[in-house]
């Protein structure tokens, strides 16, 4: 069974920094691409960023330069280190992969940006 654990969310000030982790479990996660997503209240789930088996990286132009997504093969764990964080990054953020055609998703983390 695929489990996906993200921690590391919570409150921080307009500018601040967060790493969030995803604990991966039931993948041989370095094949896999993992992502990062996020939903704001009211708008749709939206991809925050990729990174590919080969340690590639795609990010939504919007975190550009602010978020860095990392991968950690040997201990099975995806991060994201989002710095100069800004009230629109307000969200709930999924850590994401896929194994063939099904999606799996963690349950979420709250990031609050307060300006």
């Known amino acids: 069974q695929v489990y996906l654990r993200e921690i590391g969310g919570g409150l921080v000030q307009s500018g601040g920094s967060l790493r969030l982790s995803c604990a991966a479990s039931?993948?041989?996660?370095?094949?896999?691409?993992m992502n990062w997503y996020r939903q704001a209240p009211g708008k749709q789930r939206d991809l925050v960023a990729r990174?590919?088996?080969?340690?590639?990286?795609n990010y939504k132009d919007s975190v550009k330069g602010r978020f860095i997504i990392s991968r950690d093969n040997a201990r099975n764990t995806l991060y994201l280190q989002m710095n100069s964080l800004k009230d629109e990054d307000t969200a709930v953020y999924y850590c994401?992969?896929?194994?063939?055609?099904?999606?799996?998703w963690g349950r979420g983390t709250q990031v609050t940006v307060s300006s």
């Open positions: 990174i590919f088996s080969n340690g590639t990286t």
């Open positions: 039931g993948i041989a996660f370095k094949f896999h691409t």
């Open positions: 994401n992969t896929n194994r063939g055609p099904s999606p799996y």
